[in-house]
């Protein structure tokens, strides 16, 4: 079964409002492709490694949370930028991407996505940019900082930084998929044991064990895989179509 990618796109952005946000780059379609739709790929990042899977796996539609022309960029096609597109336009594949409207949806979105595969109940949104971003909730029980790192490195396949903030337990937690270090202060403002993010940066230390805040930094990537999987998936389930997720190592 096919879709065109105009019922795609307006599958995805009925449900993830766009519109709504101010990003750092366009959402949607970026790279236009051929019309109909019968297999998407899904990644984190549009690389030129996931581009050459997703022609292998002869994809029609590519898509991403990570994509392309983002803000004060380069806009000259030359070098690493060329080779994408040309791959892309070459092979007839539309790149659709979805950054903050994935951060943020409550079900599809990364960060109820992470709070679903560790086991935390949502009970409110992390206030940032321009709409909630993140969220706070709270585990079942509460837990060492050493057995949050044990869960998170279980379930995400990757070993976390902790940053310990003396030797109180976890039961409520702030939250926030990616480059969501600056947030700290948010997170602490409501009181929560600890704080998780993708990435962390010096000052990130300081600040958390001054504010008695435990910091878990469980990788960029490794955060932010599991929303595009979903939105995949329920583009697939809605359209008839198919959808594979294909995993593009990045420590990061």
Known sequence: MTASINDVIACAENLLQPGQFQDYCPNGLQVQGREKIGRIVSGVTASQALIDQAVAMEADMILVHHGYFWKNEDPRVVGMKRQRLLSLLSHGINLVAYHLPLDAHPVVGNNAQLAKRLGITVSGGLQAVDR?????????????????????????????????????????????????????????????????????????????????????????????????????????????????????????
């Open 132 to 252: 909630p971003m993140g969220n706070v909730g709270y585990f079942d029980r509460a837990m060492t900082p050493a057995e949050l790192v044990t869960l998170v490195d279980r379930q995400l396949g990757r070993q976390p930084l902790l940053i310990e903030a003396g030797s109180k337990p976890i039961k409520r937690i702030a939250w926030c998929t990616g480059a969501a270090q600056d947030y700290i202060d948010q997170a602490a403002d409501l009181g929560v044991d600890a704080f998780l993010s993708g990435e962390i940066s010096e000052p990130t230390v300081h600040a958390a064990r001054e504010m008695g805040l435990h910091y878990i930094a469980a990788g960029h990537h490794a955060t932010e895989r599991y929303g595009v999987q979903a939105l995949g998936e329920y583009l697939a389930d809605q359209l008839g179509l198919s959808h594979e997720f294909v995993e593009i190592d990045n420590p990061v």
